[in-house]
């Protein structure tokens, strides 16, 4: 008789960017939030440690309405499942000031 299954976790379908050695996978913040982020080193049979190992990589932004022309003004939200990211932006096209 096979060993017993269990499902542990499952990922969208469209994954963000992959790197050679590099892994990406489920972590523990330091609030005990479960969040996403990328590793250097394998962990296999244990726990990823509690934070990413690959500083300044982040997720990618989500922007809360699609590209396009509007008529009218609307109220733009960008996030991203990398903890404690800071997003930055301008809107003509120069040097963040951040």
Known sequence: MPPARRFLDSLPLLLPPQFVDMSFGLFTNGDGESAYGYFDAPTPDAANPITPT?????????????????????????????????????????????
């Open 54 to 98: 690959w500083p300044g990589m982040a997720l990618p932004v989500t922007f809360s309405v699609a590209r396009g022309l509007y008529n009218r003004p609307f109220q733009l939200e960008l996030s991203t499942l990398t903890p404690n990211a800071v997003i930055r932006y301008t809107t003509d096209g120069s040097a963040d000031s951040g």
